[in-house]
């Protein structure tokens, strides 16, 4: 069984020749690196992440933690991995020196991150939500809250969480109940309860320090009186020394379908005991600046499907290789030995698709890091500018799709392994029922794809639709090969068409209800998401083309690089022409579905 984790030479293709990542080195705070101090990091992620998060991927799944005399228990190699994480300086490795950080870049960090999912997405979810919740704390929190929880965040002796969802709200964040009362003292006292908090509970850390979201008594209704609070387990004095046990409890563990090695937790605030929480920023902005751990997870969600996806993927490619069973149509002697089953066109093609959605929304994630570590460190300032709206812009399109298609990926994979797929002796239904979890976190796709056309394209008058459509139309031009010049043409006349119908929708917005605009809105996401990674594949494709006519390539090389064409093609022929449907749904404001009175199911 494979321990490839993600292709070495394809994420080197996409990072170095794609988006030619070595060259942020040249810039000011990456100065004292270099592509070979950035593939020394990820290939102590690759090494770390087989070694520490894969082998007890399986057993974590089997074992998942339990609710014991109220306390966590869980297998002690999550702790393991967790903190081996943390001393190889993975928490801190985006972060500035000053803080024990190595200024890496997004991409490189991302990267790296792609390897402890791919190994471990349970494990893997620890580091994730608490890197995230650092981030909010350093960008929003005050000087007191920086020094007091980002030093034992960034070395792993705290964890992080995001508390957002209660019982009766679900998504409907404008609805939260849990409030936040005043005191003398500075702090505020937290009441109320919170379901799915992921790594809410956990034996690793000695600290969890939860970013909770509360409405202050009095504040205005809806999501503008929502405030954002620092609510740790433990209080601790200014020297970080523990003074006592805060008042918010674990109510119970949630058992998913996947993702079984993080914990999934209902809490409670303020029912045994006071519980202090501490505002972030300014009152009722809490909102606004959960946006930002929200959006970082977001990111984070749509790189996780892709690479989920992507190891089920190699997991069925090498099943599909040594797995010897009939033969092909054209052979008509019942004696021949079988062959591979990869000899199967059929078996192709669901190699071929996983392929395609895999590395494509692999590129696609890839190119969401180079627009964080554009729009932080560019040196032109209307570069930085750009990159921050293009990359809200494509935000619920780079949760969205990865989401959707890593899962259909993993479906494939199980496929391909026949009447094994489904069983617990091979890997690749874990990974769909760890990737099923993602089309549901961080906001469903469908409000993802209620935020892309409600509100997203038409912000700053439509300027970020008109940045991508500008650096797509760059690719388009640099199409020069008959075979991406075909493509090419293709992207070009389904983006026109694209751009057409959001004009219409954009006009009817003005003069209609939205409820009528906005029921198709998952075709939109469809459509743009399609589009977005048609767009990767034309990089990609444009690049081989160029590497394969430069010759003095190596077998496996041409190989490689014929792979990536082919896959372009597979995107080109059989994926983007399925939004000539979106097309005409949208156009036509279908109303099957919003006409369909509940009285009617």
């Known amino acids: 069984m494979t321990d490839t984790l993600i292709d070495r030479r ?7 020749d794609v988006m030619d990542t070595a060259a942020l080195s040249s810039r000011e705070r990456f100065q004292d690196h270099s592509r070979e101090t950035f593939d020394a990091v990820i290939e102590t992620a690759d090494r770390m992440a087989r070694e520490k998060f894969a082998p007890h991927n399986s057993l974590a799944d089997k074992q998942e933690p339990s609710f014991v005399n109220g306390e966590v228990e869980m297998l002690p190699e999550v702790k393991e991995a967790f903190h081996a994480y943390a001393e190889a300086g ?110 809410g509970e956990q034996s690793i850390t000695e600290n969890i320090v939860h970013l909770v979201l ?29 003074t006592g046990r805060n008042g918010v409890a674990l109510a119970g563990l949630i058992h998913k379908l996947g993702y079984r090695g993080t914990t999934s937790t209902a809490l409670s605030f303020g029912d045994d005991a006071p519980c202090h929480g501490y505002l972030v920023g300014e009152p009722h902005q809490g909102l606004k600046y959960m946006f930002q751990m929200m959006n970082e997870a ?48 059929d078996v192709r093609r669901m190699l071929l698709a996983q392929k395609a959605y895999c590395e494509g929304g692999l590129a696609l994630c890839l190119y969401g ?12 300032a209307d570069v930085r500018e750009q990159s921050g709206k293009l ?14 298609y890593g899962p259909k990926a993993n479906d494939l994979a199980i496929q391909v392994y026949g009447g094994a797929g489904y069983t617990r002796e091979y890997p690749v239904e874990q990974c769909w029922r760890d990737n099923r979890l993602n089309p549901i976190h961080e906001g469903t796709n469908g409000i993802q794809a209620l935020d892309l ?75 743009f998401g399609h589009i977005a990674v048609a767009w990767m594949w034309l990089r990609q494709a444009n690049v081989a083309e160029f590497k394969l006519a430069s010759g003095g390539l190596s077998e496996q090389e041409r190989h490689f690089l014929e792979g990536k064409l082919q896959a372009a ?21 279908d109303d099957t579905c919003l006409a369909m009175k509940p009285e009617w199911f």
């Open 90 to 199: 993975f928490l801190a490795g985006r972060y500035d020196h000053d803080l024990g950080g190595m200024q890496l870049p997004e991409s490189v960090i991302a990267a790296c991150n792609g390897f402890f999912t791919a190994a471990n997405p349970g494990t893997a979810g620890y580091p994730f939500l608490t890197t995230a919740a650092a981030n909010l704390i350093r960008v929003f929190g005050s000087e007191e809250q920086q020094a007091k929880y980002l030093p034992p965040m960034l070395d792993g002796r705290y964890s992080g969480t995001m508390a957002l969802t209660e019982p009766h709200a679900g998504s409907s964040l404008s609805d939260i109940r849990t409030s936040a009362s005043p005191t003398d003292d500075g702090h505020y006292l937290i009441k109320g309860a919170k379901i799915y908090i992921s790594g």
């Open 569 to 589: 093609q597979y995107f080109f022929h059989w994926e983007l022409p399925t939004v000539a449907q979106d097309i005409v749904l949208l156009q036509n404001r």
């Open 214 to 242: 509360a409405k202050i008594k009095g504040a205005p209704p809806g999501v503008k009186g929502i405030s954002l609070f620092i609510v740790p387990k433990f209080l601790t004095d200014a020297d970080g020394q523990v």
């Open 391 to 404: 990359l809200d812009l494509l935000t619920p399109i780079m949760k969205a799709w990865p989401s959707e």
């Open 298 to 345: 977001r990111l984070g969600v749509g790189f996780g499907a892709a690479v989920i996806g992507y190891r089920g993927y190699l997991h069925s490619l090498e099943y599909a290789r040594d797995r010897l069973q009939g033969r092909k149509p054209s052979e008509s002697d019942p004696t021949s030995p079988p062959v591979p089953i990869i000899e199967h066109a």
């Open 369 to 380: 890091a180079r627009l964080v570590d554009d729009q932080h460190t560019h040196p032109d």
């Open 453 to 527: 056309l409600g509100r997203k394209v038409w912000q700053d008058k439509s300027y970020g639709l008109q940045l991508l459509m500008k650096r797509m139309q760059a690719d388009l031009e640099a199409s020069t090969t008959a075979r991406c010049q075909q493509w090419a043409l293709s992207l070009s006349e389904t983006l026109q068409r694209a751009v057409k119908v959001t004009q219409e929708l954009g006009a009817a917005l003005m003069k209609e209800s939205p409820d009528g605009v906005l029921a198709n809105a998952s075709c939109y996401l469809h459509l």
């Open 10 to 16: 394809d994420l080197d293709f996409l990072l170095y």
